[in-house]
C-alpha cells in the first residue's frame, strides 16, 4: 500500500527534517539515547514489522505529551520506519487543550473532535496523518489507561513535573526525560498562538531527529 502524509504535512514534515541544527547537542545525546532503544528494540525482534511502543508523559496529558505522540508518528511515516506505535498519557487526567489541537491543525494533521468524551470535559479527538493511515483517538489520561501498553515499552517524560513526580513509570522497560518548556504560560496571551506553534514545532524537530537517526542506523545493517 503506497501510504503519503497529508500534503501540507508533507511540507512541514520536510521543514522539521532539515532543521536539525537547531538542536543543543547535548539534547541530541539524550534524543539518540531515545534512538538506541528503538534500534535495539528492532533488532532483538530481528523483522522490520514487529512493533516497539512508546508513551510520550507529561503531567496532564494535554499539551507537550500530544505533540509527542503526534511527531514520533508523523516521523516514523515520514521515514518509513514500520511498527513503531506511539501513544501519550500523564500522571493526572485533564483535556487535550484546544491551542495544542490547533497548532498541529496548523502543520497538517487533520484531527476532528468526535462525540466522545472520557468523562466530564475531556473530549475525544480523531487524528490522522494520511488517507491510507488508520486514525488515532487522542484524548487526556493517565499513563496506564487501557488505550496505552502496559508492558514493555518506552516512557519519554516531556516535562519536568513528571520526571520528578513519576520516578518510576510501570512496566516500561526503559524511561527518558526530554524536557520542554510548557506552552500553558501564554495561555490567553498575545504571544499565545505563536508559542503553541513555537513549541509545536520544537518538539517535531525533535523527535524528527530521533526517527531520522534510526533510519540511518538501521541502514547500515
Not at 534500534?39 to 496532564?60: G, L
Not at 500530544?66 to 493526572?92: D, K, M, P, R
Not at 502496559?150 to 516500561?172: T, Y
Amino acid at each position: 500500500m503506497d501510504k503519503k502524509l497529508y500534503p501540507e504535512l508533507q511540507n512541514y514534515s520536510e521543514q522539521l527534517a532539515s532543521n536539525f541544527a537547531i538542536i543543543d547537542e547535548e539534547r541530541k545525546i539524550k534524543l539518540k539515547e531515545i534512538g538506541d532503544y528503538i534500534i535495539e528494540k528492532k533488532r532483538e525482534q530481528k523483522t522490520a514489522s514487529n512493533n516497539v511502543n512508546v508513551t510520550v508523559i507529561c503531567t496532564h496529558n494535554s499539551r507537550r505529551s500530544h505533540f509527542g505522540q503526534v511527531w514520533l508518528q508523523v516521523a516514523a511515516a515520514y521515514y518509513g520506519i514500520e511498527g513503531i506505535n506511539t501513544f501519550s498519557g500523564g500522571t493526572e487526567t485533564t483535556a487535550f487543550n484546544t491551542r495544542a489541537v490547533a497548532a498541529l491543525e496548523q502543520a497538517g494533521v487533520k484531527i476532528e473532535k468526535t462525540t466522545a468524551f472520557d468523562g466530564d470535559e475531556n473530549p475525544v479527538y480523531s487524528m490522522s496523518v494520511g488517507k491510507k493511515y488508520s486514525k488515532t483517538l487522542m484524548f487526556s489520561k493517565k499513563y496506564t489507561h487501557k488505550q496505552n501498553p502496559q508492558k514493555g515499552f518506552a516512557a519519554i517524560m516531556v516535562c519536568s513535573d513528571a520526571d520528578k513526580n513519576c520516578p518510576l513509570v510501570m512496566g516500561a522497560d526503559a524511561r527518558f526525560a526530554i524536557p520542554f518548556e510548557d506552552p500553558k504560560s501564554s495561555d490567553n496571551t498575545p504571544s499565545e498562538e505563536q508559542t503553541y506553534n513555537e513549541r509545536c514545532k520544537q518538539i517535531g524537530t525533535e523527535f524528527f531527529f530521533v526517527m531520522d537517526y534510526v533510519k540511518t542506523e538501521l541502514s547500515k545493517e
